[in-house]
C-alpha cells in the first residue's frame, strides 16, 4: 500500500482522537500523562490549532502518514 507525508489538517482530529483513545493504554508508559480532554475530538482539534500556529511561526511541523490516493505521491 503506498503512503504520503503531508502537514497535518484541522479534519484530521476526528481521526487522531480515535487513534489516541485506541492505544493509550499500550503508549501510557511512555507518553506523557495527557488529560482527558486530550482524547477527544475538540482536545485534537485544539492540538491541530496549535500546530497550525507553530507552523506559521516556524517553530514546528506536524505531519500524519497516510495512504496515497491513486493519483498522489507515493513514499
Do not use: C, K, N
Request: charged share 30%.
Amino acid at each position: 500500500m503506498p503512503v504520503r507525508l503531508r502537514p497535518t489538517v484541522l479534519d484530521d482530529a476526528e481521526a487522531l482522537a480515535a487513534l489516541a483513545r485506541s492505544q493509550r493504554e499500550h503508549l501510557g508508559p511512555w507518553e506523557p500523562e495527557r488529560p482527558a480532554h486530550w482524547f477527544t475530538e475538540a482536545g485534537q482539534r485544539e492540538a491541530l490549532e496549535q500546530a497550525d500556529r507553530d507552523r506559521a511561526a516556524g517553530r514546528s511541523y506536524a505531519f500524519v502518514i497516510g495512504q496515497a490516493p491513486r493519483d498522489g505521491v507515493a513514499v
